[in-house]
Nanobody, 128 residues
Framework: VQLQASGGGLVQAGGSLRLSCAAS????????MGWFRQAPGKEREFVAA????????YYADSVKGRFIISRDNAKNTVSLQMNSLKPEDTAVYYC??????????????????????WGQGTLVTVSS
């Protein structure tokens, strides 16, 4: 079981990047999926999550209105479109698979302990 994140890179403030996460080894079409990030010297924090069918999304206040999470269950992928990037968005971004239950996802979407599968991370650097 593997989650492979890609799409990170160096971008200027105000720019955009699109991260992708591809699953292999099993399907995660029944799981809620999330993106987390970890900046140097800081704890890993929640960024965004999406329900198994894609109908419900959740965002950290710091990215709301700038980031969009989406998924394609046919391709077993989840994406994170990041717009209006800021230097404080610089971090390693991780995708993760979590709760199958929409009710549980609604309660625990930001709790990284509730995610069972993690990708290796992709680095996003935003220059000022």
């Amino acid at each position: 079981v593997q989650l492979q994140a890609s799409g990170g890179g160096l971008v200027q403030a105000g720019g955009s990047l699109r991260l992708s996460c591809a699953a292999s080894g099993r399907t995660f079409s029944s799981n809620g999926m999330g993106w987390f990030r970890q900046a140097p010297g800081k704890e890993r924090e929640f960024v965004a999550a999406i329900s198994w069918a894609g109908g419900t999304t959740y965002y950290a206040d710091s990215v709301k209105g700038r980031f969009i999470i989406s998924r394609d269950n046919a391709k077993n992928t989840v994406s994170l479109q990041m717009n209006s990037l800021k230097p404080e968005d610089t971090a390693v971004y991780y995708c993760a698979a979590g709760q199958r239950s929409g009710v549980l996802l609604s309660r625990y979407y930001s709790d990284l302990r509730k995610y069972n599968y993690w990708g290796q991370g992709t680095l996003v650097t935003v220059s000022s």
